[in-house]
Antibody, heavy 125, light 108 residues
């Protein structure tokens, strides 16, 4: 059973860059073919997908936020990092990382089967 | 971009059946996934690929998908099922993930 944990600042100022790290506990052989995504949730609101990186380094971004997002991975550390530039108070949210399971038999699963606990990021003006 | 529409709330009495809908244009041609999110907790996958259940999810949770509506059905509802439920799919036309607006399930 994989576990994921988000880490990063709890408070950032408007216009600053947010850097969040997702660290997951599983041997690298088990990560082959999987993906890690970032999803956020403003207080009292719905989930919003932000970005996803696959283990072959393929990257996908939310069209509405693409210009502000960068997702990278460090396989040796079992970490995925998300950076978001030009933070604004409307970006205040709980940020989750989640695993997209590995590709099997050539079929890519497009759901998230394990989630981190989330980290609340508040953006002050 | 693709839009998923969920009712804001659904109420059901204990031991009855709850049905939570997720509407989208020709959604029946796509794979839909469902998450349960209890207050203050991270989401948990309860149904994937329209109707499959992850290990550990009770058989009371089931899903269907046809036409313009996907449905999450919870049979014999318990107090512990009270939560927000989100549908989700992958929009292949622009290669991104989409979540519905969420439905709050209240057990009366």
């Amino acid at each position: 059973q994989i576990t994921l944990k988000e880490s990063g600042p709890t408070l950032v100022k408007s216009t600053q860059t947010l850097t969040l790290t997702c660290t997951f506990s599983e041997l690298s052989r088990s990560t082959s073919g999987m993906g890690v995504g970032w999803i956020r949730q403003p207080p009292g609101k719905a989930l919003e997908w932000l970005a996803l990186i696959s283990w072959n380094d393929d990257k996908r971004y939310s069209p509405s936020l693409k210009s502000r997002l960068t997702i990278t991975k460090d396989t040796s550390k079992n970490q995925v990092v998300l950076t978001m530039t030009y933070m604004d108070p409307v970006d205040t949210a709980t940020y989750y990382c989640a695993r997209r399971p590995a590709v099997r038999g050539g079929i890519t699963p497009y759901y998230f089967d394990s989630w981190g606990q989330g980290t609340l990021v508040t953006v002050s003006s | 971009s693709y839009v998923l529409t969920q009712p804001p709330s659904v109420s059901v009495a204990p031991r009855q059946t709850a049905r939570i809908t997720c509407g989208g244009n020709n959604i029946g041609s796509k794979s839909v996934h469902w998450y349960q999110q209890k207050s203050g907790q991270a989401p948990v996958l309860v149904v994937y690929d329209d109707s499959d259940r992850p290990s550990g999810i009770p058989e009371r949770f089931s899903g269907s998908n046809s036409g313009n509506t996907a449905i999450l059905t919870i049979s014999r509802v318990e107090a512990g099922d009270e939560a927000d439920y989100y549908c989700q799919l992958w929009d292949s036309s622009i290669d991104h993930w989409v979540f519905g607006g969420g439905t709050k399930l209240t057990v009366l």
